[in-house]
């Protein structure tokens, strides 16, 4: 067993049109009756009622296309998933323009000079997501973007989003890859906390429905910096955010906004994964029940759709399920600190062990959460916490019970970022599965599932991916997926009682992990976070291990009491298979070995997330191949690999901090 560590002015009237579809949408209610699209003029006050374009639509306004002279505005440059700033930053004077500017120039720059045509426009409902869709609309249509695809209510989560721009053709419909936007731009902080005071943040997803990689984002920064003007709409009237499904408006003779079934093209996606009929009757089992967070994030939503309408669980399956602006005050990110409640509810304490003094089989078989923006997840079995490295070791074992890989012959590819635990190593190893890993980011991954597909290269689809910051997914879109990894969840357990009678024991959560190490070995791990630390301490830490260690001699370092030794340290850089690309400073390791043999690691990282000040994360790691060891907690066992590590780089001493704000 080993770590791998590799290395203008236009005038035109605005207008709105209502279109009848011949089949329902999802659930949501759609125009009515006419069988033509029907396009009236739309004053200021205009609304649509009761599905139906209003006959109060009488009063023409015009708009006209402008240029406004602006200025550079500092602390612009995108961060692993976008740019996220505090939300009264994104409020500022031409703060949201120059970067919808900048962005634009740059994806016509890479799509070589010429104006984009479709591009998807949605947010996870935190607070000011409506008002930035108002002005994103308009500095599309002013620069020449002739459909602007919104969802209805502007909610939207991000791998729905992947979906549309993977497969939504102009008449709504679309098989994976035939998508025609090329482009979407998400309004999302992801796990981080939304309101006043709160985070905002916007990324670009390119046409595959990836996240853009570094050469777009630096080339989008280096614009930021220059930029003198943008385009906008003035004397345009707000877009319905919650008109029917199908409405249209034109903002411009050129430019129509259209209001998009936020799940069809998602929900297609899903089923084209997973076996949904399945799933519903295993969903009546007895013995078998779920739990469902949605953290009051845009994925709650499509949680209702999916497993309550698709999958006939009940309401009760639910908590959490309904979008709020300020996530009801509570930090969208799914892991044990966060996601308290349900935690307690699946019969965890707060480090993820069981609380004894309850009765598991009285507790629901399967606990799941979503962040802000539904890419994320956290699993749990009936007093029994899944770490996500294991999470992701356990779907790769278990491809076969998911039809979707199934279906292809297995998995032809899987990644890991370098953080996540070695979990996933051994399995791929074992089954013959080729294994990456790569820098925290879900844009490394999009390269490797596309690789035909964009470079003509090798096809390593289907493809499992994921991240130790609670990011699972899969070749279906180029986002994490925390909806797809509950519906993975299951489908092992669906497979794994499959054969036995209706009146026996469900094979739960905790049966088939702990089966899984009996076979592998156990991957202790742990994240520690120190947040809000001042950025030029969380730099001086960085330097230390960098100074005495990756450029000193690691060697030299006694093993002490612990008998804990460092063997070596290394800088991780990437060169990406796929594109050649290199990407170096993505994280310092120390390598231990443990007084057993067994190796160890310890990883340091400043996160690209947080909007305000730095966060230091310290990732822990250890290999157990004795069962006997495997039920201890992942906090216990770490327990000397930590105070060895914090204090080699001296994190008291040079941060202030002697506890971390997070553990999960």
């Known amino acids: 067993m080993k770590f791998i560590t590799a290395t203008a002015a236009i005038v035109a009237a605005f207008s709105v049109t209502t279109e009848a579809f011949a089949r329902p949408s999802f659930g949501l209610s759609s125009s009515s009756s006419s069988s033509a699209p029907r396009t009236l003029p739309c004053n200021v006050g205009a609304s649509i009622r009761g599905g139906t374009a209003s ?9 006209e296309v402008t240029s406004v002279p602006t200025t550079p505005i500092e602390g612009m440059k995108p961060g692993t998933s976008g740019l996220r700033k505090k939300v009264e930053v994104w409020q500022g004077e031409h703060y949201v323009e120059n970067f919808i500017q900048s962005l634009i120039d740059t994806a016509v720059e890479k799509n070589g000079g010429k104006m984009l045509d479709t591009i998807v426009v949605a947010g996870d409902g935190r607070y000011y997501n409506n008002e930035a869709i108002q002005t994103i609309s308009k500095l599309l249509a002013a620069n020449g973007i002739s459909n602007i695809w919104i969802p209805q209510h502007g909610i939207m989560s991000t791998p729905a989003v992947s979906a549309v721009i993977r497969r939504r053709t102009l008449d709504g419909d679309g098989e994976d890859g035939e998508g025609v936007a090329q482009g979407g731009i998400v309004l999302t902080a992801s796990h981080n906390p939304g309101g006043p005071g709160e985070d905002f943040g916007i990324k670009y997803n390119e046409g595959l429905g990836q996240p853009a990689g570094e050469d777009f984002t630096d080339a989008l920064y280096d614009k930021t910096l220059e930029i003198s003007s943008y385009k906008t709409i003035s004397n345009s009237p707000s877009i319905d955010l919650s008109a029917p499904i199908g409405t249209q408006y034109k903002l411009t003779p050129t430019s129509t906004v259209t209001i998009i079934d936020p799940y069809r093209n998602y929900l297609d996606a899903l089923k084209s994964c997973f076996d949904f009929d399945s799933l519903k009757e295993f969903g009546k089992r007895e013995g078998f029940s779920m739990l469902f967070d949605g953290m009051h994030g845009a994925g709650g939503q499509f949680a209702q759709r999916v497993l309550v309408e698709e999958l006939g669980l009940p309401e009760s399956s639910l908590m959490r399920c309904n979008p709020l602006s300020d996530f009801g005050k509570c930090h969208p990110d799914p892991n044990l600190t966060y996601a308290s409640e349900l935690v307690k509810k699946m019969g965890l304490l707060a480090d993820g062990s069981a609380d004894l003094s309850l009765d598991a089989t009285t507790l629901p078989a399967l606990g799941a959460a979503n962040d802000g923006d539904g890419d994320r997840n956290l699993i749990a079995g009936a007093g029994f916490f899944v770490t996500p490295s294991d999470s992701m070791a356990l779907i790769c074992d278990n491809w076969e019970s998911i039809p979707q890989f199934a279906s292809r012959g297995g998995l032809k590819g899987v990644a890991r970022s370098m953080p996540s635990s070695a979990a996933l190593d ?79 024991p469900l094979v739960g959560v905790k049966d088939i992990v702990e089966k899984h190490w009996a076979k592998y070995g156990r991957h202790f791990y742990c994240r520690y976070d120190y947040e809000g630390v001042d950025s030029n301490d969380a730099n001086n830490v960085m330097d230390l291990i960098r100074d005495n260690f990756v450029n000193g001699d690691a060697s030299s370092v006694e093993a002490g009491e612990s008998g804990i030794k460092l063997m070596d340290a290394v800088e991780f850089s990437y060169t990406d298979p796929v ?51 495997h039920g201890m907690s992942a906090p216990v066992a770490l327990k000397d690999l930590a105070e060895k590590a914090l204090s080699l780089v001296q994190m008291e001493k040079l941060t202030g901090r002697d506890t971390p704000t997070v553990i999960t």
């Not at 006959?55 to 708009?63: A, E, P, T």
């Not at 990282?605 to 947080?610: E, H, P, V």
């Open 579 to 629: 594109d050649g690309s290199q990407t170096s400073k993505q994280g310092l390791i120390l390598n231990f070995q443990l007084p057993s043999g067994d190796p160890a690691r310890v990883v340091f990282r400043l996160s690209g997330t947080g909007s305000a000040g730095a966060t230091i994360r310290m990732y822990l790691e250890q290999y157990e191949k004795d069962t006997s060891k």
């Open 55 to 63: 006959s109060s639509l009488q009063m023409s306004s015009s708009s």
């Open 426 to 504: 051994v399995v791929a190893e074992a089954r013959g599965i080729p294994c990456f890993v790569t820098p925290t980011g879900w844009k490394f991954f999009g390269n490797l599932m596309s690789s035909k597909e964009m470079f003509d290269g090798k096809d390593y689809t289907p493809f499992l991916c994921g991240e130790e910051s609670f990011g699972t997914g899969s070749d279906h879109v180029r986002e994490k997926d925390g909806l797809w990894a509950v519906l993975a969840w299951m489908s092992i357990l669906s497979n794994a009682n499959e054969d036995a009678a209706s009146d026996a």
